[in-house]
Nanobody, 116 residues
Framework: QVQLVESGGGLVQPGGSLRVSCVAS????????MSWYRQAPGRARESVAL????????NYLDSVKGRFTISRDNAKNTVYLQMNSLKPEDTAVYYC?????????WGQGTQVTVSS
C-alpha cells in the first residue's frame, strides 16, 4: 500500500532555512509526480510545489517562488522541500502527496513553525 512519511519540520526563526523530506513506499515512485502541500490553521490546504518523475520539471506556489526548492532522489524514493528565507506566513503543516488512489495519498504531515 502507498505510504508517505514526512520528517524534518520544526521551529525556525524568520529568515531561516529548513528542509523537509518525504520517504515513499508501496508504489512506483520514479514514475510518479510528487507534490508538497501545506495547511495553516483556519485555512484550506494549498499546493506548494510539485516535481515531475524525472525531476526535470517543477512548479511552485507564487508566494514561495525563489525561496523554496523541490527536489527528489529516485534511488532513495525520497522527495525534498528546501525552504529558505522563511516567513511567519509559511507556518503550516506540510504534507507530501501523490495522486494515487480514489482521493490521492497523503503523508501524516510535519509541522513547520516560523517564529522569533
Amino acid at each position: 500500500q502507498v505510504q508517505l512519511v514526512e520528517s524534518g519540520g520544526g521551529l525556525v526563526q524568520p529568515g531561516g532555512s529548513l528542509r523537509v523530506s518525504c520517504v515513499a513506499s508501496g508504489f512506483a515512485f520514479s514514475n510518479s509526480i510528487m507534490s508538497w502541500y501545506r495547511q495553516a490553521p483556519g485555512r484550506a490546504r494549498e499546493s506548494v510545489a510539485l516535481i515531475s518523475p524525472t525531476g526535470n520539471s517543477t512548479n511552485y506556489l507564487d508566494s514561495v517562488k525563489g525561496r523554496f526548492t523541490i527536489s527528489r532522489d529516485n534511488a532513495k524514493n525520497t522527495v525534498y522541500l528546501q525552504m529558505n528565507s522563511l516567513k511567519p506566513e509559511d507556518t503550516a503543516v506540510y504534507y507530501c502527496y501523490v495522486a494515487l488512489g480514489p482521493r490521492g495519498s497523503w503523508g501524516q504531515g510535519t509541522q513547520v513553525t516560523v517564529s522569533s
